[in-house]
């Protein structure tokens, strides 16, 4: 199989939130240890998030809170769960289920633009790598300040990607929207 098709298959592998070995990728998918390990590197690239567990029982394991789990929902689901609704009125499960269709598509918050896809690259390395990171913040009070942070996670907002961090200005944990961060820049010292 090409790189791409395996890349996707591995995946798909790691979607079913299981962790697996290198060496069982790489036996599923019929590579080396060293392919799977390009071809992780090639989904962190693409956005993904892939924790890597060390030790004897280690293995790879795709976070959770990847951008593309909105874009797995569209209209036509929302359309199909309404008429479900409509036909079983009473459903709780198809309530739930619709209402978050519609927050996922009236949410929609993946990266649109290359600035904005950069810096989601650095911040999810820097918390991979456990690594600082020195951004330029546009502060509803202050306007531009330059900011130290120690980012730990990344999560959609209403309106957007935020990350929870620890500021060193502030000596605080505070959250950033990822639209008011001018610019990144990923730093070799560690937290």
Do not use: W
């Not at 199989?1 to 592998?13: A, E, F, G, I, R």
């Not at 633009?113 to 502060?139: F, G």
């Amino acid at each position: 199989m090409s790189k791409l098709s395996n890349t996707l298959l591995l995946l798909s592998y790691l979607q079913n939130g299981r962790k697996y070995s290198i060496n069982e990728l790489s036996e599923k998918i019929e590579v080396t240890p060293r392919m799977i390990r390009s071809y992780k590197e090639e989904l962190e690239k693409a956005g993904f998030i892939i924790e890597t567990i060390y030790g004897p029982y280690g293995g790879y394991v795709l976070k959770k809170n990847n951008i593309l789990v909105s874009s797995t929902f569209n209209e036509y689901d929302l359309e199909a769960v309404e008429n479900l609704k409509r036909e079983n009125p009473t459903s709780q499960y198809l309530e739930i289920l619709l209402d978050k269709i519609k927050m996922i598509l009236e949410n929609r918050s993946e990266p649109t633009t290359k600035q904005d896809m950069n810096i989601y690259n650095i911040l999810s390395r820097a918390i991979k790598e456990k690594r600082k990171v020195e951004i330029e913040y546009d502060s509803l009070e202050k306007g531009l300040n330059l900011r130290t942070i120690q980012p730990l996670e990344l999560f959609y907002l209403k309106d957007g990607f935020g990350v929870a961090a620890f500021c060193e200005k502030k000596k605080d944990l505070r959250h950033f929207e990822l639209k008011r961060i001018q610019k990144a820049l990923l730093l070799k010292e560690n937290y």
